[in-house]
């Protein structure tokens, strides 16, 4: 028969698979202890507590406005962004950087006129941007990564000038950056990714306007200056990053020779190396914003040739290949930042 007759309700005697442990995913149907035992020691069983895996997109600018918008998808299936909420730049916000752990989503710098502000989101609920604190100095043009506990802002211009300052949050406490350490070089429009050890930077914009393909890297848990890591297989700026607990991409950007860029090249963060071709974006962009969960990383707005788009991108991160569909923007937009409560740098 195709449905069971439940004390208060009908449901279906067919089971449906969850799409992961958060909250959210579906689990309905009729299973027996068994398989409901098998998903549950693999992880994959969904648990009161356990918020949807949430990825968020930031500010951006739509084609000359800058906004404040801040936009939610969730990352265990396709779909369009849907309003979370603003931030409290009331100018609208662009060029900023955004990390988040299990629970919160931080936006830090950008415009108007070059910012310190640090805000925060809740994950759970939707709503408006929250003080943080402050950046040690006004910062645009900046990157982000995070471990579960600790967020890094690193380089950018401050304001006018560029800077090899490494600033840190403790994300779950409120209170100002705190000096982390230096970047090999001062630069700015890096791309950045974490796994739960780790924070990569690569490419940028040197103080001298020079592309750059060189990648370091630091130790999240501890203070210092980067590493070196490898290289980028070419020099570029204006790239996004996203992770895996052991895997990274580097997507999009802008060639020294001002082309726009598709490709997408890969990292295994615990070893250092040189990056590996991974695949190709559905179109070449840059000024995009990333976010992922511990298997896909997606791709948001961006400049294109010819205007701005509202496109999402979805890539499997443990294998290779090109990006496809996932879903669209509220709006076209560029120059935004992305952050979720399940990257890498949060999988253990």
């Known amino acids: 028969m195709s449905y069971k007759q439940m004390t208060g309700n009908i449901i279906s005697a067919t089971k449906?698979?969850?799409?992961?442990?958060?909250?959210?995913?579906?689990a309905s149907g009729v299973w027996n202890l068994q398989d409901q035992y098998d998903y549950r020691r693999g992880g994959n069983w969904p648990e009161t507590g356990n918020a949807l895996s949430r990825g968020l997109f930031?500010?951006?600018?739509?084609?000359?406005?800058?906004?404040?918008?801040?936009?939610?998808?969730?990352?265990?299936?396709?779909?369009?962004?849907?309003?979370?909420?603003d931030l409290t730049k009331g100018e609208g916000a662009l060029l900023g950087a955004a990390l988040g752990s299990s629970i919160r989503g931080v936006h830090g710098g950008g415009f108007p006129s070059a910012t310190d502000v640090i805000e925060f989101v809740n994950f759970a609920t939707t709503g408006n941007g929250t003080d943080?604190?402050?950046?040690?100095?006004?910062?645009?043009?900046?990157?982000?990564?995070?471990?579960?506990?600790?967020?890094?802002?690193?380089?950018?211009?401050?304001?006018s000038n560029a800077t090899d300052t490494?600033?840190?949050?403790?994300?779950?406490?409120?209170?100002?950056?705190?000096?982390?350490?230096?970047?090999?070089?001062?630069?700015?429009?890096?791309?950045?990714?974490?796994?739960?050890?780790?924070?990569?930077?690569?490419?940028?914009?040197?103080?001298?306007?020079?592309?750059?393909?060189?990648?370091e890297y630091v130790t999240i848990g501890s203070t210092g200056n980067v590493t070196d890591f490898g290289d980028l297989s070419a020099t570029r700026a204006q790239m996004e990053g996203c992770a895996s607990a052991t895997r990274?991409?580097?997507?999009?950007?802008?060639?020294?020779?001002?082309?726009?860029?598709?490709?997408?090249?890969?990292?295994?963060?615990?070893?250092?190396?040189?990056?590996?071709?991974?695949?190709?974006?559905?179109?070449?962009?840059?000024?995009?914003?990333?976010?992922?969960?511990?298997?896909?990383?997606?791709?948001?707005?961006?400049?294109?040739?010819?205007?701005?788009?509202?496109?999402?991108?979805?890539?499997?991160?443990g294998s290779t290949g090109n990006g496809s569909d996932f879903g669209d923007l509220v709006g076209a937009n560029n120059s935004l930042a992305g952050c979720s409560n399940s990257h890498g740098g949060i999988a253990a």
């Open 58 to 85: 930031m500010g951006g600018q739509t084609g000359s406005d800058r906004i404040d918008v801040i936009q939610s998808v969730n990352l265990a299936s396709d779909g369009n962004a849907v309003d979370f909420g």
């Open 132 to 159: 943080f604190g402050d950046l040690s100095a006004a910062n645009f043009g900046l990157t982000a990564c995070s471990n579960g506990t600790r967020g890094l802002f690193a380089g950018g211009k401050a304001p």
């Open 248 to 317: 990274g991409l580097f997507m999009g950007g802008l060639a020294s020779n001002s082309a726009k860029l598709n490709i997408i090249e890969y990292i295994t963060i615990a070893n250092t190396g040189n990056t590996t071709d991974f695949g190709d974006l559905t179109i070449a962009k840059n000024l995009s914003a990333a976010c992922s969960s511990a298997t896909v990383g997606l791709s948001a707005g961006g400049l294109i040739s010819g205007g701005q788009t509202n496109s999402i991108d979805k890539v499997t991160i």
């Open 16 to 26: 449906v698979e969850p799409a992961g442990p958060f909250q959210g995913s579906a």
């Open 166 to 215: 490494i600033d840190y949050i403790t994300i779950a406490n409120t209170g100002n950056a705190t000096d982390f350490g230096n970047l090999s070089e001062a630069k700015y429009y890096a791309g950045a990714l974490a796994s739960p050890t780790r924070g990569v930077f690569s490419g940028g914009q040197n103080g001298s306007n020079t592309y750059v393909n060189t990648m």
